[in-house]
C-alpha cells in the first residue's frame, strides 16, 4: 500500500486539496463538498466561489441553531436519515446563490443583497435571524406538515428554494411599492414585512387540504419544478395582492390563462357535441328509427314530446343559411336535451350518466341535471367572445368537475 504524505501543510492548502482530490479522483457527496467551502473559500478572489462559501456558512449556521425551524433538517453524508432530514445542503446554497439575496456579481464584484451585513460574518448572523423569522412563520402555520418534510410537499427541496425566491420576489415588490431600502432595515422590520405579504401563503399551508397541497405543490422536480412551485405560490399572494409578482410571473399567468381558454373553449364544443349525439343514439335505440303513421320517425315522435323543442330545432333547420342542412336533431338547443331525458318514458335511459349533482345542490332531489343549465350559460363564453364575457376559476373548476363526471359515466354506459 503506498501512502503519500505532506508535513507542514497549511491548513487551508491541505482542505482544498483535499476536495480536489476527491472531487476529481473518489467522488464525495456534493454537499459535503459545498459544506467545506464555508471552511476554506470564505473571502475568496473569485468572487462566485466567495458566494457560494458564504451561502454554504448561512445554511450551517441555520442547521446547527436548535432555534431554527430547519435545524437538523438536512441530510449529511454518511449519516443515515430520519423521515424530517429530506433537505440537503446544496440545494439551499444553489437556492440562495439563485435569490440573489446575500448579494449579486456585478463587473465581477459583489453587491451586498438585502440580507447582507458589513462583514460575512455579520451577514451569516443576519440571513440566520431573517430566514428563520420567515420559515418560523411558515412552519407554526401547519407543525405537523412541516415535520412530515417530504410526504407533506413544504419541507422540502424545492419548496425551501421557492421560498428563498419568493422572499426576493417579496423584496422587489416592497421597493418598488413602498421605496423601502432592505439593507437599512434591521431584522425585525425585514421578517414582519415579508410575513404581511406571504401572508396568503401561510393561511394556505395552515388550511388547505391535504389533496389541495399535493395538486399544488407535488411532483415539483429540477429548476423547472422550483419555478413551478414558487409560481403557485405567487398565485396565492396574488390573491391578497393583486399588483403581486415579476413580469415574468406575469406572462407565465397570461401565457397559461390563454392556454386554459382555448382549451375551454374546445372542451364545451366537444361536450356538446358528445352529449348531443348520445342523447339522440339513446333514444333511436329506445324508440327505433321507424316511420310513425305520422310520417315521423319514431325516436322523433316518441322521443321528444315536447312541441316547442321540435318547432325550435325544425326552424333552426330551414333557416340555416348554409344551405348544408342537418338532420332536425342536430338543431336541437342543448338546455333543450334537459327537457328531453327528464321525459318520463326516457328518464331511466338517461339517468345513469346525465343525473350529476352540483356541489352545493341539496340532496334528495329526483333530477340533477340542473349543470346543464350552468353549461349552457358557459356555452355563450366561446360562441359570443368579448372582453366581458371570460371564464373565472370557478368556471375552469365546473368544466374540470363535468369532465371527469360525464366521460365516466359515458363510458360505463356505451350505447
Same mark, same amino acid.
Given at each position: 500500500l503506498f501512502v503519500l504524505g505532506f508535513e507542514k501543510m497549511e491548513t487551508r492548502k491541505e482542505a482544498d486539496l483535499f476536495i480536489t482530490i476527491n472531487h476529481k479522483q473518489k467522488s464525495v457527496p456534493k454537499s459535503l463538498l459545498v459544506s467545506l467551502l464555508a471552511d476554506i473559500r470564505m473571502g475568496a478572489d473569485d468572487p462566485k466561489i466567495a458566494l457560494t462559501a458564504l451561502a454554504s456558512a448561512v445554511v450551517r449556521s441555520l442547521y446547527s441553531d436548535n432555534t431554527s425551524p430547519l435545524f437538523r433538517r438536512y441530510t449529511l453524508p454518511g449519516v443515515p436519515p430520519s423521515h424530517s432530514q429530506n433537505l440537503t445542503i446544496s440545494e439551499t446554497v444553489n437556492g440562495l446563490n439563485r435569490s440573489i439575496l446575500l448579494g449579486k456579481i456585478i463587473h465581477g464584484s459583489i453587491v451586498p443583497g438585502p440580507l447582507s451585513g458589513a462583514t460575512d460574518e455579520k451577514t451569516i448572523v443576519r440571513a440566520r435571524i431573517i430566514l428563520n423569522g420567515y420559515f418560523e412563520a411558515i412552519m407554526e402555520a401547519n407543525p405537523e406538515r412541516w415535520e412530515l418534510g417530504k410526504s407533506a410537499y413544504i419541507c422540502v427541496n424545492p419548496g425551501i428554494r421557492a421560498h428563498l425566491s419568493l422572499i426576493t420576489e417579496i423584496i422587489k415588490y416592497l421597493e418598488?411599492?413602498?421605496?423601502?431600502?432592505?439593507?437599512?432595515?434591521?431584522?425585525?422590520? *425585514?421578517?414582519?414585512?415579508?410575513?404581511?405579504?406571504?401572508?396568503?401563503?401561510?393561511?394556505?399551508?395552515?388550511?388547505?387540504?391535504?389533496?389541495?397541497?399535493?395538486?399544488?405543490?407535488?411532483?415539483?422536480?429540477?429548476?423547472?419544478?422550483?419555478?413551478?412551485?414558487?409560481?403557485?405560490?405567487?398565485?396565492?399572494?396574488? #390573491?391578497?395582492?393583486?399588483?403581486?409578482?415579476?413580469?415574468?410571473?406575469?406572462?407565465?399567468?397570461?401565457?397559461?390563462?390563454?392556454?386554459? #381558454?382555448?382549451?375551454?373553449?374546445?372542451?364545451?364544443?366537444?361536450?356538446?357535441?358528445?352529449?348531443?349525439?348520445? #342523447? *339522440?343514439?339513446?333514444?333511436?335505440?329506445?324508440?327505433?328509427?321507424?316511420?310513425?303513421?305520422?310520417?315521423?320517425?319514431?325516436?322523433?315522435?316518441?322521443?321528444?314530446?315536447?312541441?316547442?323543442?321540435?318547432?325550435?330545432?325544425?326552424?333552426?333547420?330551414?333557416?340555416?343559411?348554409?344551405?348544408?342542412?342537418?338532420?332536425?336533431?342536430?338543431?336541437?338547443?342543448?338546455?333543450?336535451?334537459?327537457?328531453?331525458?327528464?321525459?318520463?318514458?326516457?328518464?331511466?335511459?338517461?339517468?345513469?350518466?346525465?343525473?350529476?349533482?352540483?356541489?352545493?345542490?341539496?340532496?334528495?332531489?329526483?333530477?340533477?341535471?340542473?349543470?346543464?343549465?350552468?353549461?349552457?350559460?358557459?356555452?355563450r363564453i366561446p360562441a359570443h367572445k368579448s372582453a366581458l364575457r371570460v371564464y373565472d376559476d370557478d368556471d375552469f373548476g365546473f368544466l374540470d368537475y363535468l369532465r371527469s363526471e360525464f366521460y365516466s359515466r359515458l363510458e360505463r354506459n356505451k350505447v
Open positions: 418598488h411599492r413602498k421605496s423601502i431600502d432592505f439593507q437599512l432595515l434591521k431584522e425585525q422590520e *425585514i421578517i414582519k414585512l415579508l410575513i404581511e405579504i406571504a401572508e396568503p401563503i401561510i393561511n394556505y399551508v395552515r388550511t388547505a387540504s391535504d389533496s389541495e397541497i399535493s395538486e399544488s405543490f407535488s411532483r415539483k422536480f429540477g429548476e423547472g419544478g422550483v419555478k413551478e412551485y414558487l409560481y403557485k405560490m405567487c398565485e396565492i399572494v396574488k #390573491v391578497g395582492f393583486n399588483d403581486f409578482g415579476s413580469d415574468e410571473f406575469k406572462n407565465y399567468i397570461e401565457k397559461r390563462d390563454d392556454e386554459r #381558454v382555448s382549451e375551454a373553449d374546445q372542451f364545451i364544443i366537444n361536450l356538446t357535441n358528445d352529449v348531443t349525439n348520445y #342523447v *339522440i343514439e339513446v333514444l333511436k335505440m329506445v324508440h327505433g328509427t321507424h316511420r310513425m303513421p305520422s310520417g315521423e320517425l319514431a325516436y322523433w315522435e316518441i322521443g321528444i314530446e315536447n312541441k316547442s323543442v321540435k318547432e325550435k330545432a325544425y326552424k333552426k333547420q330551414q333557416d340555416d343559411p348554409t344551405h348544408k342542412r342537418l338532420p332536425k336533431e342536430a338543431y336541437i338547443d342543448i338546455v333543450d336535451i334537459q327537457t328531453i331525458i327528464q321525459q318520463k318514458n326516457n328518464w331511466i335511459h338517461f339517468e345513469p350518466v346525465f343525473n350529476i349533482p352540483l356541489e352545493d345542490e341539496k340532496k334528495g332531489k329526483k333530477y340533477y341535471t340542473s349543470w346543464i343549465e350552468v353549461f349552457n350559460k358557459l356555452r
